[in-house]
């Protein structure tokens, strides 16, 4: 009997390989906290109906939420958000001479009743942590593991203003 794939509570979709170098940034992320993930290539213009399938099997898979970055005419965010009722994370990212103003827009400007949750140009990190806060509200040792996380950002800070107070 085949072995069951194990359940990815995250997907992370991307229009193109050349959108991986910055869409890792939200694998990492989620790595960090432990979230498995699932990743993949596939395009809202070029293989609409791959996309379709996946995103409406997902929570067969175990999927709450997606993450999906686009460069251009990004509207595989929205494609997505299309065909679920699962929170949809759109990445804009900066693939020609727009630098990503394109995708923002195009990511950003959804219809009334379909939400893209749109983080900065290139922003997959941040799209990484906020996919973890959304799981984070029914999972209390995600929730415990992002109270670590605040902490030790403010630390950071912290400590670079103790190093300026010393340079004055
Ligand atoms: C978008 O167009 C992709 O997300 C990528 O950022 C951009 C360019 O894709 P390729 O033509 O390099 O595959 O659909």
Known sequence: MAKAKPKT???VMMGSDADWKT???AVAQLRDFGVACDVQIMSAHRTPDSVADYVESAPRRGVRVFVVGAGAAAHLAGVVAAHTSLP???VPLDATSLQG????LA?????SGVPV???AIGGAANAGILAVQILAVSDAGLASALKRFKKALARKVEARNAKLQEQL
Do not use: H, Y
């Open 9 to 11: 509570p995250v997907a």
């Open 88 to 90: 949809v994370i759109g």
């Open 23 to 25: 869409m890792s940034g």
């Open 117 to 119: 949750a749109t983080v």
């Open 101 to 104: 103003m394109d995708a923002l």
């Open 107 to 111: 990511t950003v400007q959804m219809p």
